[in-house]
């Protein structure tokens, strides 16, 4: 058996129309089963059908596994806003996102917030809250994060730390089940993952999915998200970018090879399987990274490497064809 054989007979069909019953995302009960913290990355943030499938399972893990936190990881001052307005509804919500990164002012986050005030309506006494996970430079030095290194300019290991002592302090203030929308650089249980983003040289260091795990242990659950091809959003622009098909160095060119032909599906990496695909998803992996100076022409290099599928994720839902993300209409 190979490895597209082993996807098409477990993967699960998923729709990414915005509008759709969630059914269709029934596998999750399962797959989150003594979940605490559920991390949803994906490789791009710009491509529109994966952020339907993330605002999709966040609405499914609050209506029907009692999940009552929404994390991003955006700043706290964003998610303090979106916390007013999902309880109070006070705020100008679309104009908050137009004054955000440009990744979060678009269609599907603006759903992402909406539809947790009519939660909250409807729910006295059992409301979804919304956090945003990144803390300021003084929060991260309060807990104890070490202060910038040469090889480390931009200080992520602060970052990836705070991302992680947020998440943990915020449940163990609220023992909420909270789900976490990120990207796969942050969300992935990566202790050794490094993310290439040519020309910077890449470093090999811990993130926030890997520390969570360490908090947690199997109580977080990672879920990436891929796609094969189409148009994606460029990096901090307003430029779309054409992404080929996924070549044979990047996991997603199996992924893409695989599962319901012109649909999304939902891979639980745990299912067991055959010693020759187990190594498969235990293989050195690279998945691709849609971020600053991407280009196309040399799609592989633009990665994130140092783990493999199966210590990276939990499950996988995979996209074969997107197009780019739209602000709000």
């Not at 977080?220 to 998200?225: A, M, N, V």
Request: proline content about 9%.
């Amino acid at each position: 058996m190979t490895p597209t054989d082993w996807i098409d007979r477990t993967a699960r069909t998923l729709t990414t129309e915005a509008d759709a019953p969630l059914d269709d995302l029934e596998p999750l009960l399962g797959l989150t089963e003594g979940a605490l913290v559920v991390g949803g990355g994906d490789g791009s943030r710009a491509a529109h059908e994966v952020t339907v499938l993330q605002e999709r399972m966040a609405s499914f893990l609050v209506t029907r596994a009692t999940f009552r936190t929404l994390a991003s990881d955006g700043d706290r001052e964003l998610g303090e806003a979106l916390d007013t307005f999902v309880r109070a509804g006070s705020g100008d919500l679309r104009r908050m996102l137009r004054d955000s990164e440009p990744f979060w002012n678009v269609a599907s986050f603006l759903r992402l917030v909406l539809w947790p005030r009519e939660f909250n309506r409807a729910h006295p006494g059992d409301e979804v809250r919304f956090l945003g996970a990144n803390m300021d430079a003084g929060a991260v030095a309060a807990w104890g994060a070490l202060p910038p290194s040469p090889d480390d300019p931009h200080n992520m290991q602060a970052l990836e730390r705070g991302f992680a002592e947020c998440l943990a302090a915020w449940h163990a203030a609220t023992g909420h089940r909270t789900f976490f929308w990120s990207t796969t650089s942050h969300a992935s249980s990566g202790p050794g993952r490094a993310v290439h983003f040519p020309p910077s040289t890449p470093r090999g260091q811990r993130n926030a999915g890997s520390l969570l795990r360490d908090r947690f242990g199997a109580a977080y659950r990672p879920i990436g998200f891929t796609f094969g091809h189409g148009r994606v959003r460029a990096y901090g622009s307003g430029g779309v970018l054409d992404v080929p098909p996924p070549g044979c160095a990047l996991v997603e060119h199996t992924l893409d090879a695989a599962g319901p032909p012109g649909a999304a599906y939902l891979l639980d990496l745990r299912t067991p399987a055959p010693p020759a695909l187990a190594a498969w998803r235990d293989a050195p992996a690279r998945i691709r990274m849609v971020g600053p100076g991407c280009d196309p022409a040399h799609d592989a290099d633009h990665c994130m490497t140092g783990g493999s599928l199966s210590e990276w994720f939990d499950a996988l839902v995979h996209v074969h064809e997107v197009t780019h993300t739209q602000p709000p209409s």
